[in-house]
């Protein structure tokens, strides 16, 4: 049984030094390779449906895209100054804060705005490299996965993701001021799950980690934004990685249960060691670059700040129950649920599952018709 420094580097979780010592990849590179040992899987057995709830999702997939080029009204006036003033809970969580002896106390109305902008393009910046790290993982699921049902559905999440990132990107590039580089922290999960050879690993850090975390972050953006094309992405995008997180918790738990405790125990380390890679990604410690801040400053702050960290644990609504229907939660004398604790997201193991509520996200007929085509 590893130690938390052993998975993640440092014993204390909120170790500042350690966290920001973690360094970003070259940002000049515009490509990146990162060694995949998986081995390409084929399978004899055609057998369409031997898994009626993958066999659902796919066919739920085939009728469930839409054309980013197309359905989505690019011809939007976005005034990025206006949606970051109408939407300040988005801008750090430092409302109703005592901020005078702090790098923010000669800060005006400007500053805040311009903070706002930034987290903004930042986190869009990040979803849309997650959203092509999803891309490259899944096409390595359709490689890897044994069953036919599985490659089938994986293979529309592939043109999901493409989707994904091609409507991301433009909207930085056309309606904003354009993206920031890969945050280091969320480099190193991509890294790991790409790396790692076992298909299931691929599917947990991915379809239960990374993309539940996104779609928790989707839901909170989309009810928070005042920007109509931004709203309209948002749940075009969400209604698609409601079935992809669905994937991951189908297909892992009739896998997971004929693991040993010691091959379940490498899933919730793996778990874990993501949990806080995601989390350490939102300190944002590139904005604070950009603001000409030093996040040595700021980063304490947000560590204390009660607003942030509702938000940051908010981001796991989606994982920690998945985690509990795919019994890592309590296996091994519950090691990952004492983690969880630690990181003060256990709370959310009560609520609905992804696979049971993913088809809550669908599109809706008329939606389909109207905007979708």
Same mark, same amino acid.
């Given at each position: 049984?590893?130690?938390?420094?052993?998975?993640?580097?440092?014993?204390? #979780?909120?170790?500042?030094?350690?966290?920001? %010592?973690? !360094?970003?990849?070259?940002?000049?590179? !515009?490509?990146?390779?990162?060694?995949? @040992?998986?081995?390409?899987?084929?399978?004899?057995?055609?057998?369409?449906?031997?898994?009626?709830?993958? @066999?659902?999702?796919?066919?739920?997939?085939?009728?469930?895209?839409?054309?980013?080029?197309?359905? =989505?009204?690019?011809?939007?006036?976005?005034?990025?100054?206006?949606?970051?003033?109408?939407?300040?809970?988005?801008?750090?969580?430092?409302?109703?804060?005592?901020? %005078?002896?702090?790098?923010?106390?000669?800060?005006?109305?400007? *500053?805040?705005?311009?903070?706002?902008?930034?987290?903004?393009?930042?986190?869009?910046?990040?979803?849309?490299?997650?959203?092509?790290?999803?891309?490259?993982?899944?096409?390595?699921?359709? *490689?890897?996965?044994?069953?036919?049902?599985?490659?089938?559905?994986?293979?529309?999440?592939?043109?999901?993701?493409?989707?994904?990132? *091609?409507?991301?990107?433009?909207?930085?590039? %056309?309606?904003?001021?354009?993206?920031?580089? =890969? @945050?280091?922290?969320? +480099?190193?999960?991509?890294?790991?799950?790409?790396?790692?050879?076992?298909?299931?690993?691929?599917?947990?850090?991915?379809?239960?980690?990374?993309?539940?975390?996104? =779609?928790?972050?989707? +839901?909170?953006?989309?009810?928070?934004?005042?920007?109509?094309?931004?709203?309209?992405? #948002?749940?075009?995008?969400? %209604?698609?990685?409601?079935?992809?997180?669905?994937?991951?918790?189908? !297909?892992?738990?009739?896998?997971?249960?004929?693991?040993?405790?010691?091959?379940?125990?490498?899933?919730?380390?793996?778990?874990?060691?993501?949990?806080?890679?995601?989390?350490?990604?939102?300190?944002?410690?590139?904005?604070?670059?950009?603001?000409?801040?030093?996040?040595?400053?700021?980063?304490?702050?947000?560590?204390?700040?009660?607003?942030?960290?509702?938000?940051?644990?908010?981001?796991?609504?989606?994982?920690?129950?998945?985690?509990?229907?795919?019994? =890592?939660?309590?296996? @091994?004398?519950?090691?990952?649920?004492?983690?969880?604790?630690?990181?003060?997201?256990?709370?959310?193991?009560?609520?609905?599952?992804?696979? &049971?509520?993913?088809?809550?996200?669908?599109?809706? &007929?008329?939606?389909?018709?109207?905007?979708?085509?």
């Amino acid at each position: 049984m590893s130690t938390t420094e052993d998975l993640i580097g440092r014993a204390d #979780l909120n170790d500042l030094e350690a966290i920001l %010592s973690v !360094s970003a990849p070259d940002r000049e590179e !515009s490509i990146r390779a990162v060694r995949d @040992n998986a081995d390409a899987i084929f399978t004899w057995d055609y057998e369409k449906g031997a898994r009626p709830a993958l @066999n659902k999702l796919y066919e739920k997939a085939k009728v469930s895209m839409w054309n980013g080029e197309t359905d =989505l009204p690019w011809d939007t006036v976005v005034d990025q100054e206006e949606v970051a003033r109408n939407n300040q809970a988005l801008a750090g969580g430092f409302e109703n804060l005592d901020l %005078s002896h702090t790098p923010f106390a000669k800060w005006g109305d400007k *500053e805040w705005t311009n903070l706002g902008m930034e987290f903004q393009n930042w986190s869009l910046s990040q979803f849309m490299h997650g959203e092509q790290g999803a891309l490259i993982c899944t096409a390595k699921i359709v *490689e890897t996965v044994p069953w036919i049902d599985a490659k089938y559905y994986a293979s529309t999440q592939v043109m999901d993701e493409a989707r994904h990132v *091609e409507v991301f990107a433009r909207y930085l590039d %056309s309606k904003l001021n354009g993206h920031y580089p =890969l @945050n280091a922290h969320l +480099g190193l999960l991509l890294e790991d799950i790409i790396e790692d050879s076992r298909w299931d690993m691929t599917y947990l850090g991915m379809q239960i980690m990374v993309e539940g975390l996104a =779609l928790a972050a989707f +839901g909170f953006m989309h009810q928070m934004t005042t920007e109509p094309l931004l709203k309209q992405l #948002l749940r075009y995008v969400m %209604s698609d990685e409601a079935r992809h997180v669905a994937f991951g918790v189908l !297909s892992l738990q009739e896998y997971y249960a004929e693991l040993t405790a010691a091959e379940l125990m490498e899933r919730q380390e793996f778990a874990f060691e993501a949990a806080v890679r995601m989390r350490d990604r939102f300190m944002q410690q590139e904005v604070w670059e950009r603001m000409g801040l030093n996040p040595r400053d700021v980063l304490p702050l947000l560590i204390d700040n009660p607003n942030r960290l509702l938000f940051q644990q908010m981001l796991f609504t989606k994982i920690v129950p998945n985690c509990k229907k795919l019994g =890592l939660l309590d296996a @091994n004398d519950g090691w990952l649920r004492t983690r969880f604790q630690e990181l003060g997201v256990i709370d959310f193991e009560h609520l609905t599952d992804t696979s &049971d509520e993913y088809q809550a996200f669908a599109l809706s &007929d008329a939606e389909l018709k109207t905007e979708v085509g």
